[in-house]
Every structure is written in C-alpha cells, then in structure tokens.
Nanobody, 115 residues
Framework: QVQLVESGGGLVQAGGSLRLSCVAS????????MGWYRQAPGKQRELVAA???????NYEESVKGRFTISRDNAKNTVYLQMDSLQPEDTAVYYC?????????WGQGTQVTVSS
C-alpha cells in the first residue's frame, strides 16, 4: 500500500527558509505529476507547486521565485524548498502524487511563519 509521509515543517521567522520532504513508500506506477498543496485556516486547499513526469513545473503566483519543487526518483522523494517565507505562507502543506489510476495524499505538515 502506498503511503506519503511529509516532514520538514515548523516555525520560522519571516524571511527564513524551510525544506519540505515527501517520501513515498510502496511502488507507484504511471505518475502524471507530483505536487505540494497548502490549506490555511478558513481557506480552501490550493496548489502551491507541481512537477510533471516530463519535468515541467508550475507554481502558484505568490510563491514564484521563492519556492522550488524538485524530486529524487532514487529516494522516492519530492521536495519543496521554501525561501523568503512570509506570514501568509502559514498553512498545512500536503504532498500529492497523481497517477493514471489513483491520487495519493500525505497527512500534511504544519508551516508557521512569524512576523
């Protein structure tokens, strides 16, 4: 059974950096894309960054130039490097892997940015 486990969240001051990791256990076939989403209190979950199997990236407008999504296939891991963090980046961040057949979600990791 496939499981996604995120880590790397925490409390950071504005202007700081965090690196989120999402490790996938189990075999995952026919991946279309991998991505990071976030959900702030009282708001809908939104896409932050996505990486297709072909290597194309897509970023939410407010994080362009600050966040970078990457993957390590050998480690079954997708990363989100977050720089120049701002209080509005505070949210629970979720990893998602989308395949032809199923979509997998992690349990989320809290990111809190203090001003």
């Amino acid at each position: 059974q496939v499981q996604l486990v995120e880590s790397g969240g925490g409390l950071v001051q504005a202007g700081g950096s965090l690196r989120l990791s999402c490790v996938a256990s189990g075999r995952i076939f026919s991946i279309l894309d991998m991505g990071w989403y976030r959900q702030a209190p009282g708001k809908q979950r939104e896409l932050v960054a996505a990486l297709t199997s072909g290597g194309t990236t897509n970023y939410e407008e407010s994080v362009k130039g600050r966040f970078t999504i990457s993957r390590d296939n050998a480690k079954n891991t997708v990363y989100l490097q977050m720089d120049s963090l701002q209080p509005e980046d505070t949210a629970v961040y979720y990893c998602r892997i989308h395949t032809y057949y199923l979509t997998y979600w992690g349990q989320g990791t809290q990111v809190t940015v203090s001003s």
